[in-house]
């Protein structure tokens, strides 16, 4: 059984930057993707970008271009999502979820960032 | 950039009564990139549906996928009382977006 954790929630300035993970664990994670997907407050579900680990090309939604950089490591199976130049919009639950050009079929628990003068 | 519609954006059913929701793309998708979520409040989604018709594992079958192109819809034969919740319909294709959600509520 597929599991995704996350870390923790995290409180950050505006104009800073924020690095969450997700580690895998129980399925193939270098050649299935990983795709970071956030929820503003009361908001819907916002695809950001993915990556497949045996392909190391991330690919990023436009919104976020520039902003953002995901990676991932495959000797400790994590996947990691970077978005800089915090705002106060980007208060969210961001989520990790196992899935890239296929539907995302296991989502880790999400994470709080709060961006917060 | 392909933009996924919901309707309606709430839906106001009493338990035992049969959810119908659609998914409306702005331009022709290809079916097999077509998913389902359900979420509900402080959890992450659930997939349901993949391929627009195709139940994911552990999911019931009064949780039926259908359409092609440009409409999609999810319908729930009778909703049970741990079906009400948010849904969201998503392209996981070249243009990955989802839909802004439909609340399914008890009435």
């Known amino acids: 059984q597929v599991q995704l954790v996350q870390s923790e929630a995290e409180v950050k300035k505006p104009g800073s930057s924020v690095k969450v993970f997700c580690k895998v664990s129980?399925?193939?994670?270098?050649?299935?993707?990983t795709s970071w997907v956030r929820q503003a407050p009361g908001q819907g579900l916002e695809w950001m970008g993915g990556?497949?680990?045996?392909?190391?090309?991330?690919d990023y939604a436009q919104k976020f271009q520039g902003r953002l950089t995901i990676s991932a490591d495959e000797s400790t199976n994590t996947a990691y999502m970077e978005l800089s130049s915090l705002r106060s919009e980007d208060t969210a639950v961001y989520f990790c979820?196992?899935?890239?050009?296929?539907?995302?079929?296991?989502w880790g628990q999400g994470t709080l960032v709060t961006v917060s003068s | 950039e392909i933009v996924l519609t919901q309707s309606p954006g709430t839906l106001s059913l009493s338990p035992g009564e049969r959810a119908t929701l659609s998914c409306r793309a702005s331009q022709s998708v290809s079916s097999s990139y077509l998913a389902w979520y359900k979420q509900k409040h402080g959890q992450a989604p659930r997939l349901l549906v993949y391929g627009a018709s195709n139940r994911a594992t552990g999911i019931p079958d009064r949780f039926s996928g259908s359409g092609s192109g440009t409409d999609f819809t999810l319908t729930i034969s009778r909703l049970e009382p741990e079906d009400f919740a948010v849904y969201y319909c998503?392209?996981?294709?070249?243009?990955?977006?989802f839909g802004q959600g439909t609340k399914v509520e008890s009435k």
């Open positions: 129980g399925g193939t994670f270098s050649s299935y993707g």
């Open positions: 979820a196992r899935g890239f050009g296929g539907p995302f079929d296991s």
């Open positions: 998503h392209h996981y294709g070249s243009s990955r977006t």
């Open positions: 990556i497949i680990p045996i392909f190391a090309t991330p």
